[in-house]
């Protein structure tokens, strides 16, 4: 159900709430978080150690920001 609403070119208001129902009901958003976590946490760790403490704290910075945002 939820893969038809997705592909609908003129989706309508009820449809797009249907849809957010269907994916709150499960726990995709949570999972996904999940995985924003653990990525993040990959590309901190493969900031390398030469790069100046600045540097790294404006890449950490980004990450944060990217890891934070919500849609």
């Known amino acids: 159900?939820?893969?038809?609403?997705?592909?609908?070119a003129n989706m309508s208001e009820e449809m797009m709430k249907s849809g957010l129902r269907i994916v709150h009901d499960t726990d995709a958003v949570e999972?996904?978080?999940?995985r924003?976590?653990?990525?993040?946490?990959?590309?901190?760790?493969?900031?390398?150690?030469?790069?100046?403490?600045?540097?790294?704290?404006?890449l950490y910075e980004v990450a944060d920001f990217v890891g934070l945002r919500n849609y």
């Open 1 to 8: 159900q939820l893969r038809k609403i997705v592909q609908t």
């Open 31 to 34: 999972y996904c978080y999940s």
């Open 36 to 58: 924003v976590s653990d990525y993040l946490k990959r590309a901190r760790a493969a900031v390398p150690n030469s790069f100046s403490e600045e540097r790294k704290a404006a």
